[in-house]
């Protein structure tokens, strides 16, 4: 070995050398980093992450803890067919605050109350698809984790079934790193011993670090819950307050209606879920499994999807016409293919065949196999003669080359029709050439699906294309729809659910084909929306308004998910000018934050608001008055833009509801305020008119030297209104209604006379009332005429008469 050998030898064992440390040292880093990873609980995760769940801050994080603590309640009284009555609690506790949160719902059995309150993700109603406050089952048990990080304290929960004489106490915490519930204290308690004060029912107690910095917050809430639960009864403790707050409720409001659970639908599936759903079936036909496991698929709607899946899995086959000028007759052709079966049934056969290709339009493979095997069957009965597979074959296969003999006619006809009059001949007799080519290269029995159909479609173009033809993307795609129309879905057993479920490309076909097959929206009986007349009810009872109006809109479908919109408006009385107060609620619960980032206040501040008599600055926003906006979306799987479920995602199908719902509601106060404004204009009439009347009068007697005129009626004729003037004569009194408007009218009118009435005619009634007697009539007056009615009323009686059913600016009384 030289010495350069040597050396050059030496070189390499030392970077051998080098290359086998770092080797080394890598794999100890990759082993250090791989001792350092370790799985996390939920738990974990959200104890790091509580802003997520609403519990970032503490003024927020009590706000959130009674809105997952009232939801709970609600939804387990409704669920109990119970109405609810829940009561909230707040205290100081030195520097922290102690949240109280009862129920009178059915209780907690033994066995769930860790589960429900020391367990993230743990509940009865996420794989469920009916309408529910909550889901995911992490809202009461994040504020169990909150409360227990903030102020190191377990939760106190006490719990008595409706079955049970004793209630059950826990204290616990959870265990971040397992998610599992740490209990410290388990006991019974005798009714004596529990602060449970119903006789059933569910009571948490939470101590955490907070604050009432959102107060406003916090009242919104409460009160907004009671709009939209009007069947609920809640009371608000909390310091500062003399005596609690109440929220009663509304007078026969019943329990919202009882919701159903649903299965999925074929419109709101993903192909996960889909893989997914085969693979669990029962189900070895993939009709039957559309049927099983989907809602609004029956056998019809089953055979709609089958077709699409046909389509998107086999193709369609192309049908053809026979050929006017064929080399060999089709008759002859399916003759010669038949051997050794008699001469009358072979002649039989061929003439058949050939006579109901004739009598068709175009005829596909498929189809001409069924035609063939149908004239077969008939014959052998006929002819006693054994027409078997191979004859039939052979049959199939001769009619088959004489109908694919010449398919430029066909195809020419269908490019003509699909495109504009703008394309000659030569250019649609070159497509249908083409065409005919790309057709007669693929399938033998010309099937292709629609992707096949459009790249024959373009590569024909793309050869007919120079610089004096053209063939643009819309004419290529008129093409396509018209020969894909054409086309005949194939008869073809589709494959079973185990090869479906085992396929991913196989089973994306078959969600495209359930996508595109229009299906009846899902049922709503999984929905429980307020309805229009609660709306109203719980917006009456919170606010004191002069105007209010409602709109509950049809259900909807969002990705297979049913949804329902309401929406109600208060206006007027004592709600306050500026800007207008926005309510918005999910399932019934109100969103209390992120309204800014919330679909419902878009859709509110791109409205014209001016249209329906509420100013708008700049045109766009929110708009000002003194008026409140509600809206309600139920639904069975709401698109909330986060975890703590503060505000409705941008979902267009959902923001065309809610304006729809909105403007319903708004066309109503639209009306209100424009017949206020005409109101408003008849008495600032009215009163000019009954200073300068009088004046006119005493001013034209002066003049004219003659006693005044009377005016009495004169105020009522220019303004148009129903009068109602009283006559004495001795003992005899008449009432006369006039009637001045463009409309008919029906006064409800009560004279309240002193002394006892007599010979009131039929249509009026009297009642004795400590001493008064009250007259009811209702006329009915016609545009321009008047009505009178006349009783007796001895002595010197007193008079006083009230009219209801018209409008005070449309009424003149002198009597």
Request: with cysteine; aromatic share 6%.
């Amino acid at each position: 070995m030289t010495s350069f050998q040597s050396e050059l030898g030496e070189e390499k064992a030392e970077e051998e050398k080098v290359g086998t440390e770092e080797a080394e040292e890598d794999v100890g880093i990759a082993e250090e980093l791989a001792g350092g990873q370790r799985a996390i609980s939920i738990a974990e995760f959200f104890e790091k992450n509580k802003q997520m769940l609403g519990f970032g801050s503490g003024a927020r994080g009590l706000v959130t803890a009674v809105k997952e603590a009232v939801d709970n309640a609600l939804d387990a009284t409704e669920e109990a067919g119970i109405k609810p009555d829940i009561s909230v609690e707040i205290r100081e506790s030195g520097d922290y605050y102690t949240l109280i949160v009862e129920d009178n719902g059915p209780g907690i059995t033994r066995e769930q109350i860790p589960k429900v309150f020391g367990k993230l993700l743990y509940g009865s109603r996420f794989h469920a698809r009916k309408q529910a406050r909550g889901q995911q089952g992490i809202g009461i048990s994040a504020a169990v984790l909150y409360a227990q990080e903030t102020s190191g304290k377990p939760v106190k929960i006490t719990s008595r079934t409706q079955r049970s004489e004793r209630a059950q106490y826990f204290e616990l915490i959870i265990d971040t790193d397992t998610n599992e519930p740490e209990i410290s204290v388990e006991e019974e308690r005798a009714p004596g011993e529990s602060d449970l004060s119903p006789t059933h029912g569910t009571r948490i107690e939470m101590e955490m670090e907070a604050n009432m910095r959102a107060r406003t917050q916090l009242h919104d809430y409460i009160k907004h819950t009671a709009v939209v639960n009007p069947h609920a009864r809640l009371v608000l403790d909390e310091p500062g307050l003399e005596e609690p707050r109440r929220y009663e409720r509304v007078d026969g409001a019943s329990l919202p209606a009882e919701t159903e659970e649903i299965r999925p639908h074929p419109h709101g599936v993903e192909l996960g879920m889909l893989i997914r759903m085969l693979e669990a079936t029962e189900s070895y036909s993939v009709s039957g499994f559309l049927q099983e496991e989907f809602t609004r698929v029956g056998s019809k709607t089953a055979t709609k999807v089958l077709d699409r899946f046909r389509d998107r899995h086999f193709g369609r086959e192309m049908g053809w016409a026979v050929p006017q000028d064929p080399d060999t007759p089709l008759e002859t052709a399916i003759e010669d293919a038949v051997a050794n079966k008699g001469k009358e049934a072979t002649a039989a056969f061929a003439a058949r065949v050939a006579e109901t290709l004739s009598s068709r339009e175009r005829t596909t493979h498929s189809e001409l196999s069924e035609i063939v095997d149908t004239v077969a069957d008939d014959i052998e009965a006929e002819f006693d003669a054994n027409f078997g597979a191979t004859v039939r074959e052979n049959a199939v296969e001769a009619a088959w080359d004489v109908l694919t003999s010449d398919l430029d006619p066909d195809l020419y006809s269908l490019v003509d029709e699909a495109t504009s009059t703008r394309k000659d001949d030569a250019t649609i007799a070159g497509l249908a050439e083409r065409l005919a080519e790309k057709f007669r290269k693929g399938d033998s029995r010309h099937r292709a699906t629609r992707e096949t159909l459009v790249d024959y479609v373009d590569r024909s173009a793309d050869r007919l294309v120079d610089e004096d033809t053209s063939f643009g993307e819309t004419a290529r795609e008129n093409v396509v729809e018209a020969v894909w129309a054409a086309m005949r879905t194939v008869p073809d057993d589709v494959p079973k659910v185990g090869t479906v479920a085992g396929t991913r490309d196989i089973a994306s076909e078959l969600l495209e084909a359930m996508r595109e097959t229009d299906i009846l929206a899902p049922p709503t009986n999984c929905l429980s929306p307020i309805t229009a007349e609660l709306v109203e009810a719980g917006l009456r009872k919170e606010f004191d308004a002069d105007f209010y109006a409602a709109a509950t809109r049809d259900a909807e479908v969002h990705g297979g998910d049913p949804f329902v919109v309401e929406a109600g408006i208060a206006y007027g009385g004592e709600l306050e000018d500026g800007t207008v107060g926005l309510l918005r609620f999910a399932n019934r619960v109100p969103l209390v934050y992120k309204r800014g980032a919330c679909a419902t206040t878009d859709v509110i501040k791109g409205i014209g608001w001016r249209n329906y008599g509420l100013d708008q600055p700049g045109g766009s926003g929110l708009p000002s008055g003194p008026a409140v906006i509600m809206i309600h979306v139920a639904s069975t799987n709401v698109p909330f833009t986060s975890e703590s479920k503060d505000a409705v995602a941008n979902i267009p199908e959902i923001e065309d509801e809610i304006e729809l719902a909105v403007r319903e509601a708004a066309r109503d106060l639209k009306s209100y305020l424009n017949k206020r404004r005409s109101m408003q204009k008849r008495r600032e009439k009215q009163d000019v008119l009954g200073r300068i009347l009088p004046e006119m009068a005493d001013k034209l007697s002066e003049v004219t030297n003659r006693p005044r005129p009377n005016i009495d009626g004169a105020l009522a004729q220019i303004m148009n209104n129903v009068s109602v003037e009283r006559e004495v004569d001795g003992d005899d009194v008449t009432l006369v209604v006039e009637n001045h408007s463009d409309r008919s009218e029906s006064p409800e009118i009560t004279d309240i006379v002193s002394a006892e009435p007599s010979n009131l005619p039929e249509d009026a009634s009297a009642v004795d009332l400590d001493g008064e007697w009250f007259i009811s009539w209702e006329p009915s007056v016609p545009a321009g005429e008047s009505a009178e009615l006349t009783y007796t009323a001895a002595g010197d009686p007193s008079f006083d008469v009230d009219v209801d059913g018209v409008e005070a600016e449309k009424l003149t009384i002198n009597a």
